[in-house]
């Protein structure tokens, strides 16, 4: 158990504090530009994301474990060999990515903003895809750096590289969009153009990075390369092949959300011409795909990290037949991705009224898609995780099938939901794609390891019993909070979220400690601290 948190630790610091930044910059950034603008973000962010993960192609994980294949041989030539071919290989499908958004920008606006639609314009939407479409040259190119570094098990680069791409990104970002808005008199669409320019400039910056750690560590690459036994002389066409089956399955899973949002950038505004709220359907997709969405990623962080370190921890016991290990690592996978994210799912569901006041403002559409998409959050999670289950087992196969279903179960009936309930049927169509691929992902894993566990069940089952009672907390809380402190202000709110899931926290807490659960699940070194308060 400790290999998989110490992995998950190392793996999601940088990340973590990378996405904390992520959704913390959104709250000045729509005080600036506004609910009606904030959305031509997201029609420009959704496309790149879709393009980036095509042109990386699982580029760092891939060419991680080819590098750390052949340096396990004593072969460090055939990695370095493969850098040199990868980085101009990346340089190219980074351009070609660029030209092909760039260009392919004025149709794809056209097939998103419906005619009826009063907020953005066609030429708005072609004109944001354009400025964002710049950072997919620089991008792909990182990303095989931070794969390099990766491969000699050297994580600082990717870590601190993320978190200063984001730093730079977000301080452009916002800076350019204030000069724009308040020095030069410009109007609320430049300033969203310049923002997503910011994803060109902070990857200067995590290039820079990079380029620091390359000449601090090149004189002991180089060594060892010196020192390296003889060359595999492996064909860069046999190479390319190996990260090819490497990369695929990781494509599809850094694809995955991007595209379901997708097919909601595409089909959402026509679908919504038919209703009562056609005129408003852009600020509705806004905060379905991106301000809402940016809260719902927040209890998925986790899953992230467990996912990155499932693959090699299960690849390792499923290749030396330690198939009990497997078993086990698959139980404690599944009780502590629960454990930790229903509850902060429950948590921010029942505050999601004080948690869009927080970020963004008071809004009764926007608290109440955060209410109904937030519970998505755990499925979020359970995907990216069975997934690499999946890749750690050998039935990465499964994965591209999988998705595939449930992407065309989200587009079949995407539509038809939400002409009969609007920003719910969007979110219904979701769920009903993700949980048709979660299941398939799980009863994959239950035939090919046999693995059954009426042990996990039970555990499930008190985590939800767990929650359940907390949720009562969390509601006496608000309907005593609700006598004296209300949500006059920014500061109110948040002083209600802290106060409320103090409460709600202590009390989950508690429970877990007296239950014993949290002890089992987080290993001795909880267990060394919680003896000292009696659990």
């Not at 005129?279 to 996912?307: C, D, E, Q, R, W």
């Amino acid at each position: 158990m400790s290999t998989l948190i110490k992995g998950t630790a190392i793996l999601t610091m940088g990340l973590f504090l990378s996405k904390i930044l992520g959704v913390i910059y959104v709250i000045p950034f729509y005080d600036m530009v506004g609910k009606e603008n904030i959305g031509l973000y997201q029609y420009a962010y959704i496309p790149y994301n879709l393009m980036l993960s095509l042109a990386i192609s699982g580029a760092p994980i891939a060419f991680s474990k080819f590098v750390a294949k052949y340096n396990s041989l004593g072969d460090y030539e055939t990695g370095r060999k493969l850098l040199k071919s990868g980085l101009t290989t990346m340089m190219v499908t980074g351009f070609v990515a660029f030209l092909f958004l760039y260009f392919f920008a004025g149709p794809l606006a056209e097939l998103t903003i419906d005619e009826k639609d009063k907020v953005n314009s066609v030429q708005d939407v072609k004109e944001v895809i354009q400025w964002v479409s710049f950072a997919l040259i620089v991008v792909p190119f990182m990303s095989l750096f931070r794969g390099f570094f990766q491969g000699y098990n050297f994580m600082m680069p990717t870590a601190v590289s993320q978190l200063i791409e984001q730093i730079v990104r977000i301080v452009f970002l916002l800076g350019g969009a204030y000069l724009v808005l308040n020095v030069f008199n410009g109007t609320p669409e430049t300033a969203v153009q310049i923002a997503v320019l910011s994803a060109f400039v902070g990857a200067l910056g995590g290039v820079l990075v990079l380029f620091y750690y390359w000449r601090k560590k090149k004189p002991e690459y180089n060594e060892l390369r010196a020192k390296s036994v003889e060359s595999y002389d492996v064909r860069l066409r046999d190479m390319y092949k190996e990260i090819a089956i490497y990369a695929l399955p990781v494509v599809f899973l850094g694809i995955a959300n991007p595209l379901f949002q997708f097919i909601d950038m595409l089909t959402f505004n026509n679908a919504m011409s038919t209703t009562e709220n056609a005129a408003n359907s852009s600020i509705y997709l806004g905060i379905l795909n991106l301000t809402a969405h940016k809260l719902v990623m927040i209890p998925v962080m986790l899953a992230t990290g467990f996912s990155m370190a499932l693959i090699p921890l299960i690849t390792k016991y499923f290749t030396n037949n330690q198939f009990k290990s497997v078993n086990r690592t698959l139980d404690q996978t599944f009780q502590i991705l629960l454990f930790l994210t229903l509850p902060a799912v429950v948590g921010m569901t029942m505050l999601s009224d004080e948690l869009y006041h927080v970020f963004y403002e008071i809004s009764e559409p926007g608290s109440e898609i955060l209410a109904h998409y937030l519970p998505v959050a755990i499925l979020f999670a359970m995907f990216p995780v069975t997934a690499s289950i999946l890749q750690g087992i050998n039935q990465q196969k499964w994965i591209i099938l999988n998705l595939s279903i449930g992407l065309l179960l989200k587009f079949a009936l995407n539509i038809p939901l939400i002409r009969m309930f609007e920003t719910d049927g969007a979110i219904a169509a979701t769920i009903i794609g993700y949980v048709v691929a979660i299941v398939m992902n799980l009863a994959v894993i239950f035939k090919t390891m046999n693995y059954r566990s009426n042990m996990v069940l039970r555990r499930i089952l008190l985590i939800v019993i767990l929650n359940a009672i907390m949720a009562g907390a969390v509601f006496a809380s608000l309907a005593g909070l609700d006598l004296f402190l209300g949500m006059d202000s920014k500061f109110h709110s948040l002083a209600r979220i802290l106060i409320v899931g103090g409460i709600g926290g202590a009390v989950y807490g508690y429970l877990s400690l007296k239950t014993g659960i949290a002890q089992k699940l987080l290993g001795e070194r909880l267990t060394k601290y919680t003896r000292k308060f009696g659990f």
